[in-house]
């Protein structure tokens, strides 16, 4: 039976009341503050101020854990909006502004389907929203945007714990690299990616994903619409 089917331990009067929810939140905490790393059952025990072994009334070990910690996140991802271009762009948006809030769920996301309670209600939501689109087409499309989310949190993401792990941010680090690229462009061996360099417009890390999202959207819009 799955952790979402199983039934919590009865309460017992212990001076420190524990429930999943009370598990979960404690885990969330300490990887919010210091990466997935951080989380293990002694250390979420910890947190709680009860012993490690009493976690396992409510979970197996780290994976459900996981499981449960990812579902909790897909709580705060609720696709909303009229017809289904809306809800997929508020699908991908939502998800984004999770991981940024999470950095440890770009790391998870993914992989095999999320089937808890709040990641089918995401699931259904969208959907449903897709009620027009032919039933085969469905998933397709879902998946599409899915990927390009994840892709693009996953760079936005190493950027960020590159620029801590280095003290760098993006324009020093462009400025450190400078030299190198002009006496490589110099060579004229890639003139075209010079160009673009040089003359294209640098877009920030938000205008990057919405134009991107736009793009994928529009490809989807027309494909649907044969």
């Known amino acids: 039976m799955l952790v979402w089917e199983r039934p919590e331990p009865p309460n017992r009067p212990v001076p420190a009341p524990l429930s999943r929810e009370r598990i979960v939140r404690a885990a969330i905490r300490l990887a919010d503050a210091d990466g997935l790393e951080a989380v293990s059952l002694r250390k979420v025990a910890a947190a ?88 085969d087409a469905i998933m397709p499309v879902v998946t599409a945007v899915d990927s390009y989310v994840i892709g693009a949190v996953r760079r936005e993401i190493a950027e960020r714990r590159a620029e801590r792990a280095t003290g760098m941010d993006e324009k020093r680090w462009q400025a450190s690299l400078g030299p190198y690229l002009e006496r490589t462009f110099a060579t004229g061996r890639f003139p075209t990616l010079a160009t673009v360099v040089r003359d294209a417009a640098h877009l920030d890390a938000d205008r990057t994903f919405r134009i991107g999202l736009d793009f994928l959207l529009d490809g989807i819009e027309a494909r649907i619409s044969r």
């Open 48 to 135: 709680l101020g009860v012993g490690p072994m009493r976690l396992y009334s409510y979970i197996a070990g780290k994976e459900e854990l996981l499981d449960l910690m990812v579902d909790a996140v897909h709580a705060e991802i609720r696709p909303v909006g009229d017809g289904w271009r809306e809800v997929l762009r508020s699908l991908a948006e939502t998800t984004r502004q999770a991981a940024h809030e999470h950095e440890w769920l770009a790391d998870l996301l993914g992989g095999r389907p999320q089937l808890g309670p709040h990641a089918l209600a995401r699931g259904e939501a969208v959907v449903a929203a897709l009620g027009g689109v032919d039933v």
